[in-house]
């Protein structure tokens, strides 16, 4: 079943169209990555599909209610964790969820229990009764994340969660992206970071000026564009040898001798390394390591758009 | 409305744990208001000149040494302007509009009244925002009025002397009836002793000060970047509005009260009736935030925001007369002081206090809701499309 549907939004400033003709769905207990430089228009989509911007055109509904700026039905099915830090600096961790909890109309218990529940998640139980200026900078980001987690929403709109944050908070906040998925909560997830859309995402749309240029899981992205596989071989003895030995082998694209080493363009990597290993083992030429490199969402990206994702 | 209540408990909260609006909205005005009621009486009196009118329907000799005798005296001192006016109706018109601050009436025969022992009344009518100015142009008709009051019972109790013994004199003189009886009629009924004036004055000053911190916090929002959170909550966009509205409002309210209650028993003021009170200053809190808004829309920054709201407070508190009573100064600014709504609430706050009607609050504060109405219908046409814009 769909949390999320929404079809072929349109939004412009001026001259500029920052969304033009976005549309995808989302399933319970999915994460959807939007993957896409800044100024792709990533927060242009999920402003809208949040409820706080309305789109020229198109149509968003989650859970079954269609969402607009003036609506307010489904924007309680809805957790937002806005890029910027949004909490209220001279109000402690405790205050913040209980304000926002407050405005999504949980019952005084039920309040009560998911703010010890969200402090305790992100690890602020101990800080609760400190006022948020006094927070690093990674307590902050993870109450970001906590306020937007507190009415327990069916879709949680996640933008760019992990910018500016340290290695060790950045973790923390993947790790608890994943245990939303496992819950069974749809989780929107816009990023310029392809490591993290590679691990989170069931399903990643790649998103530029303003369009989805492709969508699927990571090996349907990659299918799609007829990447291969590289295997890079760390050799004792000859490895130009080695190379003509293997460029004769069935899925074998290319091999190609580099000062002591051999790097193959393949299909299927994984299949055929066995094969790999009997021919260098015929050939004589010993084998010291080998590395196995896939492809990833940065070189789809790169080659659906030309450039880079941090460009 | 429970959304726009929430919110405004949460603004409250942060408002009173800054302690700002509580320095702003409380003790800033009370200290200001007790250090001028004691200061400003002494160091302004006879810095400002007077306007006095004089109506002779007496054209005796009483009537004479007060107009072609003491006034230009006092005149050539600099202190007094006087203007001649021939009926009564002219002078009262004068006056009611605020081109004289008093006038001197000496009815028809009341020097032959005096003459013949039966006494006389010389009526003076004060302007009613010019305290100070008819304190001193009642003091001078007092003074001279005193001087023939006494030479009257001298001459009375020399034509008595032959003959009679001093006891006789004596009750004689007591028994007179007063010479002249100053009937003061006005409207000084209608003016904000200082104690009160400055009180008020500080009160409706600062108020624009205090309301500022609700209308300007949805500029907060915007650079905390809760502003997004909230526009995507299950609320209305109205409701944010409204949050912020009912925290100016009470803020306004609350520094109000307090302000009146501690003027009242701190330094003696007397704000007069509290339901015509209460009226005033909710209907000068309104006004104030509709104001406030105007400038808090127009703004981008709560930086820029609170310098042009500062601005916008001090030029109105002044124009408005919230230092100084304006009656005193040139008769432009007076008038300008009605496009304030700090004048119209110390004019209604004047007729209350001196034991007026509760139907003397209307005007002033339908004036100030004006001012409301208008301003908010400002807010809502610059605000259009920008300030909930995520």
Redesign the interface.
């Known amino acids: 079943m769909n949390v999320l549907e929404c079809t072929g939004l349109v939004k412009a400033f001026d001259d500029l169209v920052a969304v033009d003709g976005v549309g995808f769905n989302i399933a319970a207990g999915e994460t959807y990555g939007l993957l896409g430089p800044n100024g792709a228009g990533k927060t242009t989509t999920i402003s809208i599909i949040s409820g706080i911007l309305e789109a020229d055109a198109g149509r968003v509904v989650v859970a079954g209610n269609e969402i607009t700026t003036r609506t307010t039905t489904g924007n309680a099915e809805i957790g937002y964790v806005p890029q910027d830090i949004a909490i209220y600096p001279d109000l402690t961790a405790r205050e913040n969820l209980r304000f926002f909890g407050r405005l999504y109309g949980l019952s005084k218990d039920r309040l009560a229990r998911r703010i010890d529940e969200i402090l305790e998640v992100i690890g602020l139980t101990d800080r609760r009764d400190d006022r948020t200026d006094e927070y690093s900078g990674g307590m902050r980001r993870r109450l970001n994340i906590g306020i937007g987690l507190i009415h327990e929403p069916s879709l949680l709109i996640l933008d760019e969660p992990t910018v500016g944050v340290d290695p060790q908070s950045r973790n923390s906040i993947l790790e608890s992206v994943e245990t939303l998925g496992t819950a069974g909560t749809a989780v929107l997830y816009t990023t310029h970071y392809m490591e993290e859309a590679e691990r989170l995402c069931d399903r990643v749309a790649i998103i530029d000026a303003g369009k989805i240029r492709a969508e699927g899981t990571r090996r349907e992205l990659v299918q799609l564009m007829g990447q291969k596989d590289t295997i890079n071989l760390s050799v004792v003895g000859s490895a130009h040898k080695l190379a003509d030995a293997l460029a004769v082998v069935d899925q074998v694209e290319s091999a190609t001798a580099v000062e002591g080493s051999v790097e193959l363009l393949v299909e299927g990597a994984s299949s055929l390394l066995p094969r790999i290993l009997e021919v260098a083992q015929a050939s004589g030429v010993g084998v010291s390591g080998v590395g196995v490199i896939e492809p990833n969402l940065e070189s789809v990206f790169l080659h659906l758009t030309g450039k880079a994702l941090r460009d | 409305m429970r959304?726009a209540f929430?919110?405004a408990g949460?603004d409250l909260?942060?408002r009173i744990?800054?302690k700002s609006a509580i320095l702003l909205g409380l003790v800033a005005p009370l200290g200001l208001a007790f250090i001028f009621s004691v200061i400003i009486p002494d160091t302004t009196a006879g810095s400002f000149n007077i306007h006095v009118g004089v109506v002779d329907n007496d054209r005796g000799a009483i009537a004479a040494g007060f107009i072609d005798h003491v006034l230009p005296d006092v005149e050539a001192q600099g202190l007094v302007t006087v203007t001649r006016l021939g009926s009564v109706d002219r002078a009262l018109s004068e006056v009611e509009n605020g081109n004289l601050d008093a006038v001197y009436i000496f009815p028809e025969g009341y020097t032959e009244s005096v003459q013949d022992g039966g006494g006389g009344t010389v009526r003076m009518v004060r302007n009613v925002d010019s305290s100070i100015a008819g304190q001193i142009a009642e003091a001078v008709l007092d003074g001279y009025l005193a001087e023939v009051d006494a030479v009257t019972v001298a001459i009375g109790a020399a034509v008595l002397s032959g003959g009679q013994d001093v006891e006789a004199i004596a009750a004689r003189a007591a028994e007179t009836p007063a010479a002249v009886v100053l009937a003061d009629t006005d409207a000084a009924d209608r003016t904000l002793d200082s104690t009160t004036f400055f009180a008020a004055g500080m009160a409706v000053f600062f108020l624009f000060f205090t309301v500022q911190f609700g209308v300007s916090s949805l500029l907060e929002e915007r650079l905390?970047?809760?502003l997004?959170?909230?526009?995507?909550?299950?609320?209305?966009?109205w409701s944010i509005i409204g949050g912020k509205a009912i925290t100016s409002f009470v803020l306004g309210v609350v520094s109000m009260v307090m302000l009146a209650i501690g003027t009242t028993f701190l330094i003696g003021a007397d704000w007069g009736n509290p339901v015509g009170v209460a009226i005033l200053m909710m209907a000068g809190v309104l006004a104030a935030l509709g104001i406030m808004a105007v400038v808090a829309v127009v703004a981008r920054t709560p930086e820029q925001a609170a310098n042009w709201q500062s601005i916008v407070a001090v030029v109105l508190g002044l124009m408005g007369g919230t230092f100084f009573p304006l009656s005193q100064g040139p008769r432009l600014l007076s008038m300008l002081s009605k496009l304030t709504p700090h004048a119209w609430f110390l004019q209604g706050l004047g007729d209350i206090s001196s034991g007026a009607g509760l139907a003397s609050v209307v005007a002033p504060s339908m004036a100030m809701l004006t001012f409301f109405v208008i301003t908010v219908g400002a807010a809502v046409w610059f605000g259009k499309g920008r300030v909930l814009a995520?």
């Open positions: 959304p929430i919110i949460k909260s942060q744990r800054d905390y970047g809760t997004p959170r909230l526009l995507g909550a299950p609320i209305s966009r995520p």
